[in-house]
């Protein structure tokens, strides 16, 4: 294979973006803030911020980091919210100050969180209200010393109905007295530089606890670079409209729906709960979309959705697709409902994250994941480490400027997740075509994908090992209509237990977020094994 060989499709795209087109994320974020001041930045709820309300109110809480709080450049400090304005407030506030933004799912247990903020080294945690109890419950097991609570109007002047904060949180500080204290403290602009983290991006682990992916600056204003050059069409500065419904804790929102179009003045409407079909569409009525990115599921949930059809959908321009492989029959239903086709691409946390996308010329839905971004060298490796043809399947190795560094604290993850030549070893396995079209054929062997959420194994296994009745497990992922994949579980009962599915299932609720807790429950007399005991889950997926 030819070294970067997709480049001879690229027609007028630059081969190669500079990824230091700005000092920071900071830079690029407040020259949007100042260019677009009087043009609306986010909407939530039915209130409004402006560009030049989030320059203000993001300096405020800057400043109330840096003063009662003593944050200085380098302290992560986590964010626990669904999609609401304080989310943005937050993030630019951080940033500002020089911090890193540990990117919390509101929905994790108690055991999930408490590994994070212990792993992270958190002091300062921001934390949605309705979700305030899972940080009451790890609390004392981390070093967390100041709690800041988010309501779901909080940053738009307008007290709205939000759930109460958990009792337990005495000294919690409301979000709103923080941004009223910062507005009378000065704030010390901090000098930051392309290789300063902006963020510490959790992800799973093949030992069941998840590695930080330590996210630079650099990392994130290069995919922005990157993903500009391959849509310039579809970023059009202070007009583009985009609709985000998929969280902005994952990398994927993250980079894509709130940086890079942030940075083109666009006009973002947030919807914090997308399993609520109503105000979704009514949201989708409203805002009228120009721009909408999502998951293989949403996106099959609209089209199912018969409120559909009342969205006006004329001036969509781009419907963007990751996390999780878009099926071509949603696409196709997507296309009919809608005039445009949904434009694929490939990423990981640890490539902050677009590997490669369905450039601007691709005028049909390819079930491929496009072609490597510029800057960036894609080789597949094969079971020996030798780079295989065109055609044929390896593993994706990544290196550009988009990839992380490393992993937080991980020095022997690190040296296992680049080959010697640094390239990122995805453990996902590919084959490009002749025009350089990367397809997605496998992926980290045992990885399941829910709802484009990564699921491992290991983790689900750890904590049902633990079960009261169970001598061991193993799961896999299965076909599911909705969610794409659901955890499948086999589990070996210990002699005389009296378990049923029911006790399972509760149990996993207990200890794990929502999407990785099992959908299917069967017991076995027996796990297939290798002759060295380990269990072959490849030989479960014919049980299944």
Request: include cysteine; charge should be neutral; proline fraction near 6%.
């Amino acid at each position: 294979m030819t070294q970067r060989h997709w480049l001879a499709s690229y027609g007028s795209i630059p081969r190669d973006i500079n990824p230091d087109a700005h000092r920071s994320v900071v830079d690029l974020m407040e020259q949007a803030m100042q260019r677009f001041a009087d043009k609306p930045a986010m909407r939530c709820a039915g209130q409004v911020l402006t560009y030049a309300d989030l320059d203000r109110l993001s300096r405020d809480f800057a400043a109330y980091l840096q003063g009662p709080l003593g944050v200085s450049k380098g302290d992560r400090i986590a964010v626990m919210t669904p999609n609401l304005l304080a989310f943005p407030i937050a993030f630019l506030g951080i940033a500002r100050a020089g911090a890193v933004q540990v990117n919390v799912n509101p929905l994790y247990t108690p055991r999930e969180l408490e590994h994070q903020l212990n792993d992270a080294g958190v002091h300062t945690v921001i934390v949605y209200s309705g979700v305030s109890a899972t940080v009451a419950e790890v609390k004392a097991r981390t070093g967390v010393k100041t709690v800041i609570t988010v309501g779901v109007g909080d940053g738009s002047g307008k007290a709205l109905p939000s759930p109460p904060v958990d009792a337990r949180l005495a000294g919690a500080v409301a979000l709103t007295d923080a941004l009223a204290q910062g507005a009378t403290l000065p704030f010390a602009p901090v000098a930051l530089a392309g290789d300063d983290l902006v963020f510490l991006q959790y992800t799973g682990g093949t030992t069941g606890l998840s590695k930080g992916a330590a996210l630079s600056h650099r990392n994130l204003i290069a995919n922005t670079e990157q993903f500009k050059a391959f849509m310039p069409d579809a970023l059009r500065p202070g007009q583009e409209v985009i609709v985000t419904a998929i969280p902005l804790y994952h990398i994927f929102a993250l980079m894509v729906n709130f940086i890079t179009y942030f940075s083109v003045g666009a006009d973002n409407w947030l919807v914090p709960n997308p399993r609520d079909f109503d105000s979704f569409l009514a949201t989708l009525k409203a805002a009228r979309p120009t721009i909408f990115m999502g998951v293989n599921t949403l996106y099959a949930g609209l089209v199912m959705h018969p409120g559909s059809k009342d969205v006006d959908w004329s001036r969509l321009r781009l419907a963007g697709g990751g996390g999780a492989a878009v099926i071509g029959a949603v696409s196709d239903k997507w296309q009919a409902l809608t005039g445009t086709f949904i434009r694929e691409g490939y990423g990981l946390s640890e490539t902050a994250p677009v590997v490669s996308f369905n450039p601007a010329q691709v005028q049909a839905f390819t079930g491929t994941t496009g072609l490597p971004l510029p800057s960036t060298d894609v080789i597949l490796l094969d079971d020996e480490g030798r780079t295989v043809g065109v055609g044929e399947s390896g593993e994706i190795c990544v290196k550009g400027p988009q990839v992380m560094p490393g992993y937080w604290n991980q020095p022997e993850a690190n040296a296992a997740a680049f080959t010697a030549e640094g390239y990122f070893r995805t453990g996902d396995i590919g084959c490009f075509d002749a025009q350089g079209f990367l397809k997605i054929v496998d992926r980290k062997k045992d990885m399941i994908i829910v709802s484009g959420f990564n699921v491992f194994p290991n983790e689900i296994e750890a904590v049902v090992t633990a079960c009261p009745g169970v001598a061991e497990c193993a799961c896999i992922g299965a076909p599911d209509e909705k969610t794409g994949e659901a955890v499948k579980l086999f589990i070996v009962k210990a002699p005389a237990a009296a378990l049923t599915e029911a006790d399972v299932i509760a149990f996993c609720r207990k200890e794990l977020t929502g999407y990785k807790v099992p959908k299917l429950v069967r017991f076995v007399d027996a796990l297939p094994k290798s002759t060295v005991g380990k269990i072959l889950r490849r030989e479960l997926r014919d049980v299944a």
